[in-house]
């Protein structure tokens, strides 16, 4: 019993002695606390893939020319890490003039950029860090930087084999990384309706000839007899859209700005202004403030 007293007495006592152990304030951990948002400016699109076509091959595929990244602090609402940099490219990588003309991007510029796989390599640190990625059409910047480590695979085992881990979907899943993508997450918000919803049209009869009635039962199974009288020539006809929804298409990223902020900003294809144009975006549409004007 004075054993259990004493004791009692020392626990106290070291209770009241620290008085900031019983006063702090614990706060909970912050889900996905740093955001890393990222851009690419590359030599081209990615090359379409037919159904009754080879896929295409690793020369078909575009180069990076420019990556950025930024690390978001949700707590406390600032960037603690940015990047930017120009890729310097195999000089027998083209460079074409609308590219150059639609980012501004040129040859000068890439000879004075950095190795990707030195810019692979900081962002692979970038992305360990964090808990959530995200991009405008992420699956784009992915797939290009999928590449990249395809392409210099080689290079990449001997100066930063880790990085030939990014975006593995174990590794993501374990340590709960969500990827967003404003384009996709914006599309309903926009509600820019695409200029081709219809794909089936079916005729509204106008004007039937003198002693043609239209049948009230068509005489074949699962037949509407509007697509029966649309085969007569003598026959004046409209299409409607029905049976499909209406679809709306993916917003640039300049639309999803204006449609959040109500302006468009001169980015210009600036993989560094994309970027930081992105993260006020995401913040507005998932956190619900506006970080201000950052490019």
Known sequence: MYKKLIFSLFVLGRILSFPNMVSREILAPIRRRRILVFDVETTGKLPRVGRDQPPPTLEGYPHILQLSFVIFDLAERTIVRSFDS???????????????????????????????????????EAYVWC????????????????TELVRHRAAILQEAPY???????????????????????????????????????????????????LPTVSPLPNVNPLLIMACNENTTV????????????WPTLIELHDKLFGEKPDISHDAKADTLACLRCYVKMRHGYDMGVLY
């Open 238 to 249: 409209a299409t409607s859209k029905v049976g499909r929804a209406k679809s709306f298409k």
């Open 163 to 213: 990085c030939l881990t990014l975006f593995s979907s174990v590794y993501e899943k374990m340590q709960g990384i969500e990827r967003y993508c404003t384009m996709k997450q914006g599309t309903k918000l926009c509600a820019i309706e695409h200029p081709m919803t219809t794909v089936l049209s079916l005729p509204t009869v106008l004007h039937l000839p003198t002693g043609l009635s």
């Open 131 to 146: 808990d959530c990625l995200v991009a405008h059409n992420i699956e784009f910047d992915i797939t290009m930087i999928e």
């Open 86 to 124: 120009f890729v310097n490219v195999a000089q027998d990588v083209e460079i074409s003039e609308f590219i150059t003309g639609f980012t501004g991007i040129d040859r000068a510029k890439c000879n004075g950029g950095k190795s990707i796989v030195e810019v692979l390599e900081a962002f692979y």
